[in-house]
């Protein structure tokens, strides 16, 4: 057997070698679950009509919440990282694409090499003519131009999957930036609420006083004449100061409000333009809840969990494929000399390569088992994740009918409830006056009237921001 033909046997059996004994490891078979029941708890007809599908300029109707939000959209901080967080995963599709073309380069370069007299390159080089009389220069230069490419064949469509898993990152950073564009929306939304909300208390707070302060007067003038003594006095006068208290503690959380909605809107502290006169008088909108099976399409938090997943299924791909053989073709065409006037010297001077090369696993794969069971278990978390994020989908929506039924005739209880209260402080005082009632009762009737009114202005905030979570929790806002 020549020499020849014992190299093309061991290169035959190296590779035989390489491929058979890569055993390839199987991924854990886990299939998502995206059902979801028919209808919402308590529903009892249900249609595809959602009020996800509605713009946010058309959902909110006042014209001063849809200015805070639209400046909110241009300038929030969180919501220009997450555009930049899209800038970046562009560029890794960018990237991934990139490996599945060849790579070309040009390349120049010079040098000088001084070998042994008495080695086989120096001996070959002294008894080398390069011309009738001339022998090998030493030290002997080496200048070389050429352009190389390397290209690796994607035989097993390794490349191609990380091409898609990195697309679907990407869209699953689209959807992230429109959960955080919904609840940006929402939360801007919400704050101004309850800003109206701590207005309204705080008038209805200095009514109070004044109420309070009137009754102190006539507490005193009715000590004056013996008819109470300075218990009741101070009893009353202890009530108003406590009145006054919450007064500034409700304009203390009104200040700290106004400077939330500023930071959401990326703004220093100024005064936030609202209307506060006609928030007792705010009906919430009505919902339209749709389809359980709809919250797959319009949640962004569900559509990126499950791009993430399928990216997750790709990952796996490609780490199994990573202990397949891989075939990579380089190759080079250009000059080379050691001399500058033999540098163009055709065609003596032209260097050319051609190679091509299976290159597969063959002992050591703990890297590779490493790295594909990584992958394997974040396949697994990203299903179990998927699977969550649409069942806390489907509660919130739940919850949120149920609060907004709830609040509702809780409110209608509390209008009564304010009603039969500001009617007992007028038969409370006319009794004190003819001496059928005693301070006391008068004194816990102010009372219960300030709390019964404060109870119906933070039910109403309830109210308007059930709807408003109700509307992010169908997936509204970011369309």
């Known amino acids: 057997m020549t020499n020849r033909s014992k190299i093309k046997w061991v290169i035959a059996f190296s590779l035989s070698a390489a491929v058979t004994g890569c055993k390839v490891p199987k991924a854990t078979s886990i299939q ?45 901080q969180e919501l220009n990282v997450t555009l930049q967080e899209l800038a970046i995963a562009k560029n890794d599709i960018l990237l991934r694409k990139g490996a599945l073309k060849p790579t070309v380069g040009l390349r120049a370069g010079g040098g000088v090499e001084k070998v042994g007299r008495y080695t086989s390159q120096g001996a070959g080089d002294a008894s080398t003519e390069i011309a009738p009389g001339k022998e090998m220069p030493d030290p002997l230069g080496d200048l070389t131009i050429g352009a190389y490419a390397s290209w690796e064949i994607d035989v097993w469509k390794k490349l191609k999957d990380g091409e898609q898993a990195a697309l679907n990152r990407y869209l699953a950073t689209v959807e992230g930036k429109n959960f955080v564009l919904s609840s940006l929306i929402a939360e801007v939304a919400r704050s101004y609420y309850e800003l109206l909300a701590l207005d309204n208390q705080l008038t209805i707070i200095k009514q109070n006083i004044e109420l309070q302060d009137n009754a102190l007067a006539v507490i005193r003038l009715q000590k004056q004449a013996a008819r109470v003594t300075e218990l009741a006095v101070q009893k009353f006068e202890a009530e108003v100061l406590k009145t006054k208290g919450m007064e500034f503690e409700t304009r203390q959380q009104i200040k700290e409000t106004e400077n939330r909605i500023n930071f959401l809107l990326g703004r220093f502290p100024q005064e936030i333009k609202r209307d506060q006169s006609s928030f007792v008088d705010l009906i919430p909108a009505k919902v339209q809840t749709g389809l359980p099976s709809q919250l797959l399409s319009n949640r962004p938090d569900i559509r990126e969990a499950e791009y993430e997943l399928a990216a997750a299924k790709l990952d796996v791909s490609i780490a199994r494929k990573e202990f397949y053989p891989s075939l990579e073709i380089s190759a080079a065409l250009g000059l080379q000399a050691f001399k500058p006037s033999y540098l163009f010297k055709m065609p003596e001077s032209v260097l050319y390569n051609l190679i091509g090369e299976l290159a597969a696993p063959l002992i050591n794969k703990n890297g590779l088992k490493a790295e594909f069971n990584t992958a394997n278990a974040k396949q697994i978390q990203a299903v179990y994740n998927y699977e969550k994020t649409i069942l806390n989908a489907y509660l919130e929506v739940s919850t949120q009918l149920s609060n907004i039924e709830n609040l509702g005739r809780s409110y209608n209880f509390k209008t009564k409830q304010v009603e039969v209260l500001n009617n007992s402080v007028t038969v409370s005082n006319d009794l004190f006056k003819s001496a059928r009632a005693d301070y006391m009762e008068v004194l816990m009737t102010q009372r219960d009237v300030l709390d019964s009114k404060l109870e119906l202005i933070e039910t109403k905030k309830q109210q308007l921001n059930a709807v408003v979570n109700i509307y992010k929790d169908l997936g509204g806002g970011w369309k």
Not at 57 to 73: G, H, M, Q, S
Request: hydrophobic share 40%; net charge negative; aromatic share 12%.
């Open 32 to 76: 998502e679950n995206k059902f979801v029941p028919n209808q919402y708890i308590d529903v009892v007809k249900s249609d595809t009509t959602n009020t996800a599908s509605v713009k946010w300029r058309e959902f909110f109707t006042d014209p001063n919440l849809v200015v805070l939000i639209d400046t909110a959209l241009k300038n929030n």
